[in-house]
């Protein structure tokens, strides 16, 4: 049981991490805080792309002479880090686009808080 | 020669005019919205090419670089991406050529982001829909989606707040849906649609496996506004400004339709998304709940956006129901409905954007006869495009829930059949009060007025899209036998 938790603690991380992202989305009054648990969300996506790539005792993804292209295991997989390189780029644009409705909102309300503006467009 | 590259072509063609709509609108921003239609109109065209030679030879897959997959990734053009493909640039053509005065009044200044965004939506839809590979189709989602939040937040005053509720909802629901690829690629070790079909078979009773098919439905589940996950849509709808809200409603939510397509049909297939989980049943429930509720909720509007935007949740719920039966019958039903429901869709948001231009509201509680005599053109566009939602024949709309009813038939699901009719008697409540209110209805105290209005027509590069999408529903309507037989042959089975 202790070896169950322990052998994922990678996974327990991301999972705990996606908790904690969610309640800001869903429970978060201020639009601020609600992008922030939005970023920790994404992240915690991505920490998950970079865990199931990692390994022990493994190279890096280019070919040494000492080790034979066979040996698949002794090399990293390139391809999980490679996908989140995108992904954070996506993120990033994403926070981007949220700052700048923020900034639009808080030009037109004088307000983030969520329930003024719902009041607000009543 | 053409056909092997027209995949890429298309979404070539919107990243092209991405880039040329800033390049010409720096110096001239008046050239945007022109150049936005000759984008698409080539787009539509090559989609229409596409389709055709689709028919003769088949299917075509694009390897970008030469590289095959699993290595390289690749664009597939299919039946199914064909017939969306065709339908989105078609209907987005219409909506550019009517968005040109608009534009002119609803922000004026803002013509080249506003059409570059335009672009760049369009090329992620058309990615989404093309791609073969699930990680790009990621990218491609949020590519469309931010630049949807941007169309979106573009219009009235509460416009920017429903954009970034549908933001926060969206983006969820996008990294939702990664995290459903990820459990995959652990499993499979693949990210190509293709290649991992043929794989998933033998990790059916994997425990990642069901919660990747979860993460995936509930993630695409909010962009097609699905019943419980639709709360973003009737704001951002309602507060849009008219062309965005024309260009959107009719495609965002069908391509969302077109990826649960892909990933039932064609990624795990029928029998074993069954064995996995009771998805189909699942969300067969939940559409039908979602085509009465959105029925419900229509009725109850007075505004005529925010009306036709929970029509769209009652409408997206027949698309997942067909969706949902997995026979031939409720296939053709559920794609016919894709291109009826666009058709139809953009024709009424449309006649919502000419009224919005003429009388700077579209609040149904105000219509009455004068707008008969003001905008008979608009108004007769309207009634066809009304009709067709409720489900009269001729008219497209009727064919589409025939094969759905049938398709019901042949599953013997009383219950869904049931769905459909009364659904469409609540159609008919909510629009034949508009009829009535325009065409019957004399009140007193509005007698003179009414009588003494005068012909104030849109201008014609408003009313021709309006009229046409009009006509092309009775077009649809009377090919519907040659138009379903093509379906029937892109069923998977």
């Not at chain 2, 108004?379 to 067709?388: G, H, L, P, W, Y």
Request: some cysteine; glycine content about 8%.
């Amino acid at each position: 049981m202790l070896d169950f938790f322990l052998g994922h603690y990678a996974y327990w991380f991301v999972v705990i991490l996606m908790c904690v992202g969610l309640y800001g989305i869903l429970f978060k009054k201020n639009l601020v805080k609600k992008t922030i648990g939005l970023a920790i969300f994404q992240v915690s996506v991505v920490l998950y792309f970079v865990s199931i790539a990692s390994k022990w005792d493994a190279t890096v993804p280019v070919r040494d002479s000492n080790i034979p292209v066979e040996q698949v295991a002794n090399y990293l997989n390139p391809l999980p880090h490679t996908l989140m390189l995108t992904a954070i780029v996506v993120g990033v644009a994403t926070l981007g686009v949220a700052f700048t409705l923020l900034m639009a909102i808080y030009n037109r309300y004088g307000t983030l808080d969520e329930q003024e503006l719902l009041e607000e467009i009543q | 020669m053409i056909e092997s590259h027209l995949p890429a072509l298309i979404a070539l063609t919107f990243v092209l005019f991405a880039i040329l709509i800033p390049a010409f609108g720096l110096w001239k921003p008046s050239t945007s919205q022109p150049l936005a239609v000759v984008g698409s109109g080539i787009a539509s065209v090559l989609s229409l090419y596409g389709f055709l030679s689709y028919l003769q030879t088949g299917s075509i897959r694009y390897f970008f670089g030469g590289w095959e997959p699993p290595v390289g990734i690749e664009f597939v053009y299919d039946g199914l991406s064909g017939f969306f493909i065709l339908v989105i640039n078609t209907v987005a053509f219409f909506v550019l050529i009517h968005s040109r005065h608009v534009a002119r009044t609803e922000y004026p200044g803002k013509e080249m982001p506003y059409f570059a965004l335009a672009m760049l939506a369009l090329l992620g839809f058309n990615g989404m829909i093309l791609t073969g590979d699930l990680f790009n189709l990621y990218v491609f989602l949020e590519i469309s989606s931010l630049a949807s939040y941007g169309l979106i937040a573009i219009g009235s005053r509460p416009a920017p707040f429903a954009a970034f509720r549908y933001l926060i909802i969206g983006t969820a629901g996008g990294t939702l849906y990664l995290l459903g690829v990820g459990f995959l690629y652990t499993v499979t070790g693949t990210l190509n649609i293709i290649d991992m079909a043929a794989m998933l078979p033998s990790f059916a009773t994997d425990t990642s496996v069901v919660a990747a098919l979860v993460f995936m439905v509930v993630g695409i589940g909010v962009k097609a506004a699905l019943f419980p996950l639709h709360g973003w849509l009737p704001d951002s709808y309602t507060f849009a400004s008219s062309s965005s809200t024309a260009l959107i409603a009719p495609i965002g939510t069908k391509v969302a339709a077109y990826i649960l397509f892909r990933i039932v049909f064609y990624l795990f297939g029928v029998e074993l998304t069954d064995a996995v989980a009771p998805i189909t049943t699942v969300i067969g429930v939940l559409a039908a709940i979602g085509i009465l509720y959105g029925s419900i909720m229509a009725i109850a509007q007075t505004e005529m956006k925010r009306m036709l935007a929970y029509s769209s949740v009652s409408q997206i719920g027949y698309i997942i129901m067909g969706l949902s039966l997995a026979n031939p019958l409720g296939f053709a039903g559920a794609l016919l409905h894709v291109l009826n429901h666009a058709v139809m869709k953009a024709c009424l948001f449309l006649v919502a954007g000419n009224l919005r231009m003429k009388e700077g509201h579209s609040d149904i509680s105000k219509f009455d006869d004068s707008y008969r005599k003001k905008y008979p053109w608009t108004m007769a566009s309207f009634s066809v495009a009304a009709i067709s939602m409720v489900g009269l024949p001729p008219l497209a709309g009727f064919f589409s829930k025939w094969y759905l009813a049938l398709g019901t038939i042949d599953n013997e699901n009383w219950l869904f059949l049931t769905v459909i009719l009364v659904s469409s008697l609540l159609n008919a409540v909510y629009f034949f009060r508009i009829l009535e209110k325009v065409y019957m209805m004399n009140p007193k105290k509005d007698q003179k007025e009414a009588t003494d209005a005068k012909k104030d027509e849109v201008s014609a590069s408003m009313l021709i899209p309006t009229s046409v999408l009009a006509i092309a529903l009775f077009v649809i309507g009377f090919a519907n036998a040659a138009i379903v037989a093509v379906l029937f042959d892109i069923f998977p089975m």
